[in-house]
């Protein structure tokens, strides 16, 4: 009887370590790498910044999800880069959408990376600036008028009504929700900062100097750490401007950092970085031939009303671009074809596109050339 018992066990051990079996290739399963292999489809969506609908509409258009909100991307690894959090009034609702989605991704053998990004690490460790009031309010109950009032009773601030302007109702609920012991707070870091996909990148910010010969594992375990215990993020990587959260070299920097992104591509083992946080005017673009891919396009409507729409998709040995649900091939690197992209994107935009600025500009920089 203890022989079947502990042949059950095995056999619930291996099928959790299968392709699949949770969701996590093996290799990651195993080793906790950050590394997923053998992934036919994958789906890179950037910035939210608490525009849920946009969130939903961008899904959609990918086939990861249907009219009810249910999972219907199959074995699709879909990463969101981070920064769901801030600015937008519905963070709540996409992070519970995401929350969803990676229970039912995971059963149909596909899988939800949500990376962590600075605004979902702000948000953890009390750094407040972009909350916006919505996102407050999304946190509000029936004891939220208590809860504020103890805590004014114990302050007792010279301004009152300064002091309630910074704490509006659902202001404790939410410091709570994001503790490293609260709902958001565990979940949040209990996730990545950087995975690699196949011959693929992803996270946030960007991979400087500091950290080029620094292993998947090791950055996100720093990260969760500094996350779950506020006493390390002084000097950490979680706030460093040049950490994988903040830095915007390889969305902003020149040619001189060709270098800087053939070391990362050698030291990840990667063929492109895939990178959220530097906004890119309205367009998934490339970078440094194709080897940065920047894909933070402005989703959330809270900038300037507009609902931009796209994302990234890699299928086996193609990488291109969704955008607005029609499939655009990538511009090679050349300001020729990048006016194709631009043009071919803006054709599909709600007249008159946001990219019809940006199209300006590179036909004068064309011609002045």
């Not at 809270?302 to 955008?323: A, N």
Request: aromatic residues 6%.
């Amino acid at each position: 009887m203890r022989c079947l018992a502990l042949a059950g066990v095995a056999v619930l051990v291996l099928r959790s370590l299968a392709p699949g079996g949770d969701g996590r290739s093996r290799a990651a399963q195993d080793q906790g790498a950050g590394v997923w292999t053998g992934v036919e489809r994958i789906v890179a969506v950037g910035d939210v910044h608490g525009d849920y609908d946009q969130l939903v509409a961008v899904l959609r258009s990918a086939g990861l999800i249907d009219e009810q909100g249910n999972w219907t991307g199959g074995k699709t690894h879909l990463v969101q880069n981070g920064d769901v959090l801030d600015r937008g009034p519905d963070s709540r609702k996409a992070m519970d959408l995401l929350m969803r989605l990676e229970k039912l991704a995971a059963e149909a053998g596909g899988y939800v990376h949500a990376l962590i990004g600075n605004h979902e690490a702000m948000n953890v460790y009390g750094d407040l600036r972009y909350v916006s009031p919505g996102e407050f309010a999304a946190f509000r109950d029936e004891n939220s008028e208590k809860s504020r009032e103890a805590a004014l009773a114990k302050e007792h601030p010279a301004d009152r009504a300064h002091w309630e302007a910074e704490h509006p109702l659902g202001y404790f609920e939410h410091r709570q929700q994001f503790s490293p012991s609260g709902t958001y707070g565990k979940w949040i870091a209990s996730h990545d900062a950087v995975i690699k996909i196949n011959d693929s990148l992803f996270l946030h910010g960007g991979i400087s100097a500091k950290y080029a010969s620094t292993k998947i594992r090791d950055i996100n375990q720093r990260v969760r750490e500094e996350l779950k215990d506020p006493a390390r993020l002084t000097g950490g990587i979680v706030t460093d401007p040049d950490g994988p959260l903040w830095y915007r070299g390889l969305a902003q920097g020149d040619a001189s950092l060709n270098p800087l992104v053939e070391k990362i591509q050698k030291n990840f083992g990667v063929e492109r970085i895939v990178l959220g946080h530097t906004y890119t005017d309205a367009a998934i673009t490339p970078r440094f031939g194709g080897k940065v891919i920047l894909i933070d396009i402005g989703l959330s409507r809270v900038y300037d009303g507009i609902g931009k729409m796209g994302c990234l998709v890699m299928e086996k040995d193609s990488v291109f671009v969704l955008h607005r649900g029609k499939r655009l091939e990538l511009p090679a690197d050349s300001a020729k074809d990048l006016l194709r992209y631009l043009k071919e994107a803006a054709a599909l935009d709600p007249a008159p596109s946001p990219l019809l600025k940006r199209i300006g500009e590179l036909e004068s920089k064309m011609a002045a050339n």
